[in-house]
């Protein structure tokens, strides 16, 4: 499908994530709001995802939207593949093209081009992590790639489409987004008129790979709140890709919570995983600026005769329910037996993971590797200082031991 079949349909989606992500308001993945993503997803490219993979395979509901600003030299996504399951062979189907059981349609919304942000990808004649064997532990799969010298950077290829236009791929193909940019002294002596790069992407897989994460009829719109409720469930488990406080990553999980029985049990558990570790992270790297904040207004509360700021206790209190929800979660996955959260508060390994899993299936798309010793697939390498924050994870192990003593 082209802009030309439904000009309207693209435009108007466009112009819809524009206003949403309009200075930094809200995630373009909150276009799943408005019925215009589930006509663009029924009407024109569940047909084609049907006709262009295994019939099995049915729409799952994994929906993501993106708005990358080249004026702010923003990015997509990094290196990763969609889907790295422990049996590769199994995400296959047995036909005879070896149809995959997990196929993306990425659709531009607006011009995509390697000025503003396209995608680039690793063909999978020259990936020998694609299938087979599979990836090699503890090597990068875009390192394993790119590690036949120069020629092979020439491998590398770039996807641009016009608005309307999309590309079809696996779940196994390495892709990216690229940064936008350019010539960045074109603008010094203009206005900026480069526009955002503006994509969304729909999702069909089989069920027993990844069974469909609402229990709906195909072609069914769902309600406003199921659709909130799928925003909420995309932005937690893909919390790496958006720049979400904490206090969104908590409303995002209370909703989730609220309508939990709505959402595929898999697809459930993988969320309140991805939310323990979302939390985690935000208490990782937000505690030590939040004390030497508090400390800073204490001091200066007392240097002025005032008591002690207002605000003080009411964010000590959303702090302990967080930490009250998380350990929650930790419990729930444990006894689950789908999540292993025992030792996560000794802080982060060094790969930036904090354990759990989902029928297999590890994300590695959800990384960002902004950090300086990420590695190319994008995975971070995080260091937390264990002697710092010794004391609070004795506390919060204790509350972890009391909480199991109580469910006994």
């Not at 029924?42 to 395979?57: D, W």
């Not at 047995?94 to 995959?100: G, L, T, V, W």
């Not at 069914?220 to 990553?249: A, G, K």
């Not at 444990?334 to 299936?361: A, I, P, Q, R, V």
Request: include cysteine; proline fraction near 4%.
């Amino acid at each position: 499908p082209t802009k030309k079949t439904h000009p309207s349909l693209i435009t108007t989606l466009a112009t819809t994530i524009k206003t949403l992500t309009a200075n930094g308001a809200v995630p373009a993945t909150f276009v799943i709001l408005y019925d215009e993503t589930w006509h663009l997803a029924y009407q024109h490219y569940l047909p084609l995802l049907t006709a262009a993979t295994h019939p099995s395979n049915k729409f799952n509901y994994d929906i993501l939207a993106w708005s990358v600003d080249p004026r702010r030299s923003q990015s997509g996504f990094s290196p990763h593949r969609d889907r790295q399951p422990s049996d590769l062979a199994a995400s296959f189907h047995r036909d005879e093209y070896r149809s995959a059981k997990y196929v993306t349609a990425w659709i531009a919304l607006t011009d995509a081009t390697p000025e503003n942000s396209c995608l680039y990808v690793i063909p999978k004649g020259v990936d020998p992590g694609y299938d087979g064997e599979g990836d090699v532990d503890d090597v990068d799969p875009l390192r394993r790639v790119l590690d036949g010298g120069k020629g092979s950077y020439q491998n590398i290829r770039a996807v641009p489409r016009q608005a309307g236009e999309g590309v079809v791929f696996t779940h196994r193909i390495i892709h990216w987004g690229s940064r936008g940019g350019g010539d960045e002294e074109c603008c010094e002596e203009e206005e900026d008129e480069r526009e955002p790069r503006i994509a969304i992407s729909f999702v069909v897989s089989d069920g027993e790979f990844e069974a469909p994460y609402l229990s709906l009829t195909e072609g069914e719109i769902p309600s406003f709140e199921v659709r909130l409720l799928l925003v909420c469930s995309q932005l937690l488990i893909y919390y790496q890709r958006f720049d979400l406080s904490r206090s969104v990553i908590r409303t995002c999980y209370e909703y989730c919570k609220e309508h939990e029985l709505l959402l595929e049990e898999g697809y459930r558990k993988k969320v309140f995983v991805e939310f323990v570790k979302a939390m985690k992270e935000t208490m990782t790297t937000t505690d030590a600026d939040a004390t030497a904040t508090a400390n800073e207004e204490l001091t200066t509360a007392t240097r002025v005769g005032k008591e002690e700021p207002d605000d003080a206790c009411d964010n000590d209190k959303e702090d302990d329910d967080g930490e009250e929800m998380v350990l929650e979660e930790m419990l729930n996955a444990e006894e689950g037996g789908y999540g292993e959260f025992d030792d996560d508060f000794d802080g982060l390994d060094e790969n930036g993971e904090n354990g759990g899993g989902f029928d297999g299936c590890d994300d590695d798309d959800d990384f960002d590797d902004d950090d300086e010793e990420a590695d190319l697939f994008g995975k971070k390498r995080i260091t937390s200082s264990k002697d710092s924050d010794c004391d609070s994870d004795m506390d919060k192990k204790m509350k972890l031991d009391c909480k199991k003593i109580r469910r006994e």
